[in-house]
């Protein structure tokens, strides 16, 4: 079952309690309650590897973690809806008939939020006090002294609060006040809904991934140290659920969930970096993921013939999208699709280029975020031979979509370089 970490203060967690009954089994809810702000920080990295999700009860506690760790488990927050804003303050507003909202103070409304459009629905000199919000530290202290010192000026009758935390003082100093949450409808609508996102992210994390480890050169010698070597890697990372040989070359199988963590989110390959220090020769890596381990397997394929066509020896990486990623870890690695889309097909045919180099090109361009290079830049992002890059280069120059926008000079010797100007059109 999906189980969703719940991080509030003490009045929050009652309400999100209430929701529990209407959530039919949908997830499990475990509460990790506060009362100091500064201790959000341990909680939610104490409680995290253990849930699939984390809810905290509304955006202070969770803005106040984003700066100071590192949301690697889904977090989300709750947060007060218009709809549900406007119920209550019509509740208000009918139990105070004779209430002036010019003589209220409401601790959540700000230009962050649009004042959940109270701005259009009341005219100026109706508004009620409001205070721009620093989610930090001491931001409970901070609002009490607000609500106090506008109370204490004559300045207002109620305060309305987010902050349950702010609540107790409030009572304590005679204010009377009210504190909004989200109803009970809202947030059970709102749990399902992080419920089912987890849900599919984690039948997501559990898809195949399979990588091809192949060797420039084989030999029995080279092929035993590289299954002694990945023997080693999974001993100490317990991240492959399979390493076998094959004719040539190493597979090896975990789950897409493994795969970003050994990548760091595909921007570096732990196992090529490991094998790259520990073997005296090279090897390639491609990693492919898939619903299926047929189709992992086949991704991994073209991944591993991408990183063998590479100059140097990297990864690739090939996902259930048919994105390609590579090679990671490396200045040149690009992002690109390698599904063949009806609109690349028209540019290949217009311009008389490949719809593979097509897409690369575009995807160095958006590395680069120019729509200008090199004969050189296209080479070291591609992993071509000079000669290969301009030929392309000049193909798109006598179809009309590369022009050359000036010549780079940058010895005084020496023939100067084209920059071309790439302009594929709309499409």
Known sequence: MIKIGVIAANYSMQRIKEAEPFLQGQCELVPIPYYQLNEIKELYERHRPFVHGIL????????????EVEFDTPTYFLDMTEGDFYKRLFAISNANK?????????????EQNNFLGLKEALPEHEFPHYMEI????????RMFEKHLSLWQQGKIDLSITRLGNVV????????????????TESIVERINQIANELRITSLLENQWA??????????DFKEILLHKALLEFNQAQKTLSVIQKKNGHFEVITTFGELKQMTDQFTHCAIHAYLDQVLPFPVNIGWGVGSTLYQAKTSAQNASKAAIAHELDCSYVITENQDVIGPLGDETCIHFTNTVEPHYERLSETYGVSVLQIQKILAVLAKMKSSELTGEDLAYHLGLTLRQANRILNKLEETGAAKVSYKKQ?????RPKKVYHIDFGTF
């Open 168 to 183: 107790e003082r409030l009572n304590e100093a005679g204010i009377p006040n009210v504190l909004l949450l989200p109803s």
């Open 56 to 67: 905290f009860s509304g955006p202070l506690g969770y803005l106040i973690a984003q700066k």
């Open 134 to 141: 620093d989610y930090t530290y001491g931001i409970y202290d």
């Open 98 to 110: 004779t209430l002036d909202f010019s003589r209220v103070f409401i601790d959540f409304i700000n």
């Open 410 to 414: 940058e010895k005084l010797k020496g």
């Open 210 to 219: 399979m990588g091809i480890i192949t060797l420039a050169e084989t030999d």
